[in-house]
């Protein structure tokens, strides 16, 4: 019993590693459930019952010829890469069969489908009218529309050339469009200038404009100054003159004290310094100066005080020549 149970487990290994394979990356494992076909995620796949397919990209180049109006020949060199479409992988088994070149096969027939359309595209139009970008514009327009039919992701399309194949044709496009990216490039360079001018009178109006603020903000602060200056120097005449109505109404007060109490008069500067020079000095002569200011007191004290002197000197005479 044993040994039938070792020789059935041999056979199943033996049928395992003959039979399944390990799924690589890079690979898609196809398998027909039901009618449809589905896509396996398993790790192992029985070799026999499904399909393995590249998920790697396959590229492309076409020189495709074809004619515009007027029967002129014209060469387009096309690069295309594609790959497999997971969402549409029975379209991809309906086109490229049930093997392992499925995408080869696809990716022909794309090809086949883009000679067709730049062909009829190509006769539509004068070949001063075609252009690269034009042929690419419009096969983009039309491989979207089919290429979900083959079962292929477009990865890349390129339109690496396009140009007459007569020679002389070709010289005369080549120069046509080297004098169409001159005038392109004289534009662009005019419209720079232009730019930068405009910048530039841009910048020195707003200089201009900085300046004639700055300007009118210092005559503000200079006519703030002199305002201040003027009120300061209206502050001092006002101050000066009440200092001098004071200095006037208390020399009238003085006046008018001296006026009624001519005994005051002892107690005035001169009269002091009339005192002291006659005490001190014999034979002495004293000067009493009187400035211009004294005389501002009034004619009246001036009378006044003139009198007292002349008493204190007939005194201070009568005083000498006594002691003698």
Do not use: C
């Not at 890079?26 to 995620?41: A, C, N, T, W």
């Not at 539509?124 to 034009?134: C, N, R």
């Amino acid at each position: 019993m044993w040994i039938t149970i070792g020789i059935l487990v041999l056979i199943v290994v033996l049928i395992f590693v003959f039979e399944y394979r390990l799924r690589k990356p890079d690979q898609l494992v196809l398998f027909e459930s039901d009618g449809k076909i589905k896509l396996k995620k398993a790790r192992f796949y029985p070799r026999h019952f499904s399909l393995t397919l590249p998920k790697t990209t396959y590229s492309t180049q076409m020189n495709i010829e074809a004619s515009a109006k007027g029967n002129i020949d014209i060469k387009v060199k096309i690069a295309v890469t594609v790959a497999a479409a997971l969402a549409n992988i029975p379209e991809l088994i309906r086109v490229g069969g049930w093997n392992q070149n499925a995408v080869a096969k696809a990716e022909k027939e794309l090809e086949i489908l883009i000679h067709g359309i730049v062909k009829e595209y190509a006769e539509k139009f004068e070949i001063e009218e075609l252009t690269s970008s034009k042929i690419y514009e419009y096969l983009l327009q039309k491989i979207n529309i089919n290429i979900k039919n083959l079962g292929l992701d477009i990865i890349s399309l390129t339109i690496q050339s396009f140009e007459a194949i007569d020679s002389k044709i070709a010289d005369a496009m080549r120069q046509q469009e080297s004098a169409r990216i001159m005038e392109q490039t004289e534009k662009l360079n005019q419209q720079a200038r232009i730019q930068a001018t405009k910048a530039k009178l841009k910048a020195d109006e707003e200089i201009l404009l900085l300046e004639n603020n700055l300007e009118l903000k210092r005559y503000d602060l200079k006519k703030t100054e002199l305002e201040k200056e003027s009120e300061l120097a209206n502050k001092r005449i006002e101050d000066e003159l009440n200092r001098k109505r004071m200095q006037l109404e208390l020399d009238k007060e003085e006046l008018n004290m001296l006026k009624n109490n001519p005994e005051l008069l002892m107690l005035t500067p001169q009269a002091a310094r009339l005192a002291e020079a006659s005490q001190s000095l014999k034979n002495a002569k004293t000067i009493v100066s009187l400035s211009p200011n004294d005389f501002s007191s009034g004619t009246e004290l001036i009378g006044m005080f003139q009198q007292f002197l002349q008493s204190a000197v007939s005194t201070s005479k009568g005083k000498i020549e006594k002691d003698r």
